[in-house]
């Protein structure tokens, strides 16, 4: 509390340390440079931890002067980040979608068949070739028959694909006038009233409109996201944190990060019959962060009421939220 | 290093400058990778992990010096965990996981410096695996200089460089190292 703080940036104070340290082991290293040093660290606390911290990390470092003499100690290796973005989606299971399969949602209607989930439902398909369809709330998706090219229909909702891939036999989905042609890949699909949103969260996969009224394909990668609405489709790169977030709904809860309250209330009320209002709109503009489960209206309720001093009144079927 | 008994005789006395620092080094910063995974866990904000993670290291160090804390880990946790709420606060966000018991994080038990008991060659192992980690350029002037023992000036007249550049491929470097290291928890690299 005795000193100022949080004025700058921690990797700019690092940046700095590193800087400090860097000269430390120079041979023209002297009293004045020794003097600055100490008055830069008696200067913050921040600066202290910052040097301390580097200093240790780059001490040890020390140990692999051992190695001298050794011939081209580094190899390269690929980093686990490569590894987890690599091929082979280990699906096991085979279920055969036939006629004698009973499925809580589905029905058959000769060539393909028709899977859906109810308001706040949350179900997996499991196809014949070892793919794997996860519906959200509400989503409706049709699957062509076996004898046909691998197609998938999304009629309505969301769903998740993990796609077992073949490459004699892409797998194709279908929805709102465009396609996604799988190139080994999970990625999730998501349609609401005027727009349409695929995210590439593994693999590759390949995104066109049927009519060609897209100028050209594009090949999506882990992270992508295409955004397509009636003035147009837009690309954006979500980061890991953001695309774990808009997967949260897979483990059945949601997750927000400077949400405002206007939109995490649309997501709540996409999964739960009782629903969420925002009285005003100075209201539905206030940030909140966190998980909850899907249908934890209640406890968001109660949280809105206790940490940003909101009042919060049922009426009905609704909660309304107002200051 | 200091002899630990020490404190623990006169736990009321201020610690020194040194003291602090070898506390800070032998007991928080082997806590670095399962803080940050906290931090991950509990604010998606991912932009400010790092000034949260230097302003918890002040908190600590700060009441460090009047008294190192008996549970490390603990109080450690319990810092991050009143940040996280207090600048919940003030970002009008609120992280609501963070308001969960720290010892569900199965995080409570102390053994201090635990994770910093190594033998010498798993450390070297892992130092030589962070050093790999490195940037090419990056990891080539560590070499130079660790391995050859060359200086600033050499290294630049070796690779060619201007010794500014050097200069600001090792401190460079030096972030990125602490940032592998105090990540890698004992069974492998993340991130």
């Known amino acids: 509390m005795s000193e100022p703080r949080r004025e700058i940036a921690a990797d700019e104070i690092d940046a700095r340390a590193a800087a400090w340290l860097e000269r430390r082991d120079c041979e023209d290293w002297g009293e004045a440079d020794r003097a600055a040093l100490d008055a830069w660290l008696a200067q913050s606390l921040a600066h202290r931890v910052s040097y301390w911290r580097l200093k240790d990390a780059w001490s040890r470092t020390e140990r692999i002067s051992v190695l001298r003499g050794a011939a081209a100690p580094v190899r390269e290796k690929r980093s686990a980040f490569f590894k987890m973005f690599g091929r082979g989606v280990a699906i096991v299971c085979t279920m055969l979608v036939s006629g004698a399969l009973i499925y809580k949602y589905a029905y058959s209607s000769g060539d393909e068949w028709t899977y859906s989930t109810p308001l706040g439902g949350h179900e997996t398909v499991r196809l014949s070739d070892g793919s794997q369809v996860e519906l959200n709330t509400d989503t409706v998706i049709r699957v062509a028959n076996e004898a046909s090219p691998r197609k998938i229909w999304l009629d309505k909702g969301e769903a998740y694909f993990q796609i077992k891939h073949d490459a004699g036999r892409p797998l194709t989905v279908m929805t709102r006038g465009y396609r996604i042609v799988d190139l080994g890949t999970k990625f999730l699909v998501r349609q609401d009233d005027d727009r349409l949103e695929v995210s590439l969260v593994e693999g590759r996969a390949r995104f066109e409109s049927v009519n060609g009224s897209q100028s050209r394909p594009s090949v999506l990668k882990p992270g992508d996201s295409v955004i397509a609405t009636a003035n147009g489709v837009s690309f954006k790169k979500e980061s890991a944190l953001a695309l774990d977030a808009t997967l949260s709904w897979r483990r059945d809860v949601l997750a927000f990060d400077h949400t405002t309250l206007a939109d995490a209330a649309r997501e709540f009320n996409r999964y739960n019959r009782e629903k969420l209002v925002i009285a005003d709109s100075a209201v539905a503009a206030r940030m909140v962060g966190g998980t909850f489960p899907k249908n934890g209206l209640a406890d968001f309720a109660d949280v809105m009421k206790s940490m940003l001093k909101l009042r919060v009144s049922k009426i009905g079927d609704e909660i309304v939220i107002s200051r | ?191």
């Open chain 2, 1 to 191: 290093m200091t002899d630990t008994k020490d404190h623990r005789e006169n736990l009321q006395a201020p610690l020194t400058e040194a003291e602090v620092e070898a506390w800070f080094v032998r007991e928080v910063l082997p806590l670095e990778a399962i803080l940050m995974q906290y931090l991950r866990h509990n604010w998606r904000d991912a932009s400010g992990f790092e000034d949260l993670r230097q302003e918890i290291y002040m908190r600590v160090c700060e009441a460090a010096y009047k008294n190192p804390p008996e549970r490390t880990r603990a109080f450690v946790f319990t810092t991050a965990r009143n940040l996280l709420i207090t600048r919940g606060k003030r970002a009008h966000v609120v992280p609501i996981d963070a308001v969960a018991d720290v010892d569900m994080l199965g995080i409570a038990a102390d053994e201090p410096g635990a994770d910093r008991k190594l033998i010498a060659r798993e450390e070297l192992r892992r130092v030589k695996n962070a050093v790999e980690q490195l940037p090419p350029r990056y990891r080539e002037v560590v070499l130079l200089r660790r391995i050859e023992g060359l200086s600033r000036r050499e290294i630049a007249q070796r690779l060619g460089l201007a010794e500014a550049t050097v200069a600001e491929y090792l401190a460079n470097a030096m972030t990125s190292l602490a940032r592998i290291l105090y990540r890698e928890t004992a069974g492998g690299a993340h991130e």
